[in-house]
């Protein structure tokens, strides 16, 4: 994807969570058991957990709420939680 239409994109999807306060749907698996009881690995706005769904092995972004209060924290979020 040509990166300006990329950024075009995420600052629209950001628009529309800021204004109407949820997330698409592509942001949430169902069906996930987490293996453990602490994350496998931290950042400053996420801790990644290691999974399983059905028979395979998974890792879980879950993002911290107070992620959302940085300017550039919301923009390293947007980047790291597209889908790909």
């Not at 395979?56 to 959302?68: L, P």
Request: glycine residues 4%.
């Amino acid at each position: 994807m040509n990166p300006s239409l990329k950024e075009r994109c995420l600052d629209v999807l950001h628009k529309v969570v800021l204004e109407y306060g949820t997330l698409p749907e592509s942001y949430f698996q169902a069906g996930v058991t987490l293996r453990s009881d602490v994350p496998y690995a931290s950042s400053g706005f996420a801790d990644v957990w290691k999974g399983q769904q059905d028979w395979s092995q998974v890792c879980v972004k879950v993002f911290r709420i107070q992620a959302a209060t940085n300017p550039e924290k919301i923009k390293r979020v947007r980047r790291s939680s597209l889908l790909r």
